[in-house]
């Protein structure tokens, strides 16, 4: 199976300006760089041990129509083919086993900002500059805290969207949908990641150069 950290594409660019002046003593220089990609993989398991192997990670079975497998009521019927509409791997993939990792995470769109301002002097011929840089990591976070942020499936109990009921005389299971902790079935899959590690960062900087 694949890695669920692969980042199978990525789209980056880069821009720069500067704009040098004072007879090329000073000069102010803008870069922007921009990074693209979905950044995880993420699987559609059951709650439970389906398969009796005693790990809870079983890839679910993503049923083509409505009848093909056994809920325990139409609301979780219902509820679980809403949720499969929503989301594009479930959708694109009925009748097929979910695969792991396969369900790529919505793109994340980031960019970095740095300004950088140099003061030149000349001292016994030789050039000599004192460097100042702004580096604003994942700037778009800073105009709006929903840009630059992975979303996870932590709305959609990390995944685990069905549980196995059992089985009737018949040998036939049946299902539940899950419900998040205000007892409403789960309808979205992906939400956004709240967390320091995806806020934007300042970094300042100096360096002589000579």
Excluded: C
């Amino acid at each position: 199976q694949r890695s669920q950290f692969v980042v199978p594409s990525k789209l980056i660019a880069s821009a720069s300006y500067r704009i040098p002046y004072a007879k090329n003593h000073m000069a102010t220089s803008i870069n922007l760089f921009y990074s693209g990609f979905s950044p995880y993989g993420n699987s559609f398991t059951y709650t439970n041990d389906m398969n009796g192997d005693g790990m809870a990670s079983d890839l679910i079975y993503i049923p083509k129509e409505k009848g093909e497998i056994n809920f325990i009521s139409s609301a979780d019927e219902n509820a679980f083919f809403a949720f499969v509409e929503q989301d594009k791997y479930l959708s694109n993939n009925k009748g097929k086993y979910a695969e792991a990792y396969a369900a790529r995470a919505p793109w994340a769109h980031r960019f970095d900002l740095r300004f950088t301002q140099d003061f030149s002097v000349n001292i016994s011929g030789n050039k000599n500059t004192i460097q100042l840089t702004l580096d604003f990591i994942n700037f778009g976070n800073l105009i709006n805290n929903k840009w630059g942020v992975f979303k996870n499936m932590s709305s959609s109990n990390n995944g685990q969207i069905l549980t196995y009921e059992g089985m009737d005389a018949d040998r036939t299971p049946s299902f539940s949908m899950v419900k998040d902790a205000d007892d409403n079935f789960l309808k979205e899959t992906y939400s956004t990641y709240y967390n320091y590690s995806q806020a934007w960062l300042l970094q300042i900087g100096a360096r002589y150069i000579f």
